[in-house]
C-alpha cells in the first residue's frame, strides 16, 4: 500500500486544498490549532482547515460544516468548542466525524454546582472519540469526568524555548537564587514555608491575581521570610528567561487537588536550560519523571526544605539531575515533533490500515 503523506501549506482563514498526486490519500483535518499550517515535511500532502472560535451560534454552524466536509475534527485547549462540538453530535447522531481533543484541561469540582457541571460535561465528553494528553496519570479525569486510558493517547510535551527566534543560552553552573514560578495549581503556601526553614535567598515570580485564580492558584496572604523576595510577572519572554537563567534551583510546587499537568511546561524550560528542578509529585510526574527531577511529596515543607538545602548545597547531586532534565528536555524536542505526532495520532485514528510517512 502506498504510505500517507501530509503536504502542510500555510493557511490563514480558509481551506487549502494541495496538488493531489497519484497514489496519495488525503486526510481533511479541522482544527484551532493555527501552527498546524507552518508544517513544511517534505514530499507529502494534507487538508488543513483553520477553526476560529466565535459566538456558539456561529461556532456551531462552522462545527457543523466541517464535520461534514472533514476527515476529523482536532480541538486544542478548546473547551468551549470542545463541548459544542459534543453537543450537536448527541443532538445530530449522524454527525459522525471523528472529533479529537488535545491538551484538555479540566479542574477537579470543589463545590455543589461544579459537582453539577462535572456531571453534564461527562455525559458530553462521552461522545469524543480520542484524547491525546501531556500526561500518563489519567486518575482525577476518570474519576470525575470519565476519561479512561483507553479512549486516550499520551504525547510528549515540547520546549517552547526550542521555537524562540533567539538562540537559548545554557546556564546551568550559575545562578544565586531559588526560584518558584508559573499559575497552574501552585501550591505557593507550602513553597512559602519551605522558604522559612532554609536561609537561601529565593524568588517567588507571580502573576496577576486574576490570572493566578482563573488557573487555581492565589499568592500566599501571609508575611514572607525575610529570604524571599515576591516578584510581578511582566509576561514577557525576555524576563522570564532572564529569572530562569539567574536561578540555581527551580521550585515547582504543585497543589495535591491537581488532575492536570500542572507545571510541565515550566519544568521542560527549567531543564532545557541545564536548571535543578525541584517538583511536587503529581499527574505531571507520575510515569514520566524518574531522575530527571528531584521529586518530593506534595503539600510537605518540610521534605520541600530539605530538597532545597541538598541542592543547594551539594553540587553533584544537583549536577546530577540537572544534566539528567536536560537530555530529557532535549528528547522532547520543539513544537515541530509534537505536532507531527499530533498528525500521526489522527492518521491512526481515521486510517488505521495506512502506514505513515511522517
Known sequence: MTPFRFSPTRQNISTHTPTSCPGHEELRIASNFVRLSQLQAKDSSFRYTLF???????????????????????????????FLCCFLRWLFPFFQCPIVSVDLVLPPPESTWSRLACHVKKLLLRRVDLFIFYFKDLHGYAKFYGITPTRSRYVPFKVNLYDLATPIKEAPNTGSYVLAAGRSHRDLKTFVEAMHQVPY????????????????SEIPNFALPSNLRLV??????ESWLSFLAGAKIVVIPVKP?????????????????GKCVIITE????????????????????TAMAKAIRRAW?????????????????QACGNERRLLLDLLKVCVELVRPNLRTSI
Not at 466565535?54 to 482536532?74: A, C, P, Q, R, Y
Not at 487537588?257 to 536550560?273: D, V
Not at 551539594?314 to 530529557?328: D, I, L, M, N, V
Request: overall charge negative; charged content about 15%; glycine content about 10%.
Open 52 to 82: 476560529r472560535e466565535m459566538n456558539v451560534f456561529t461556532s456551531g454552524l462552522h462545527l457543523f460544516f466541517l464535520g461534514w466536509t472533514h476527515d476529523v475534527i482536532l480541538l486544542n485547549q478548546a473547551n468551549r468548542s470542545l
Open 201 to 216: 535567598p529565593g524568588i517567588l515570580l507571580v502573576q496577576d491575581p486574576n490570572s493566578l485564580s482563573e488557573h487555581g
Open 232 to 237: 510581578r510577572d511582566d509576561g514577557q519572554w
Open 257 to 273: 487537588t491537581a488532575i492536570s499537568a500542572a507545571g510541565i511546561g515550566t519544568y521542560l524550560e527549567a531543564m532545557a536550560l
Open 282 to 301: 503529581c499527574p505531571a510526574t507520575r510515569g514520566i519523571l524518574s531522575n530527571q527531577a528531584v521529586i518530593i511529596p506534595p503539600g510537605d515543607p
Open 313 to 329: 548545597e551539594e553540587e553533584a547531586f544537583r549536577q546530577q539531575f540537572a544534566k539528567a532534565g536536560q537530555h530529557y528536555a
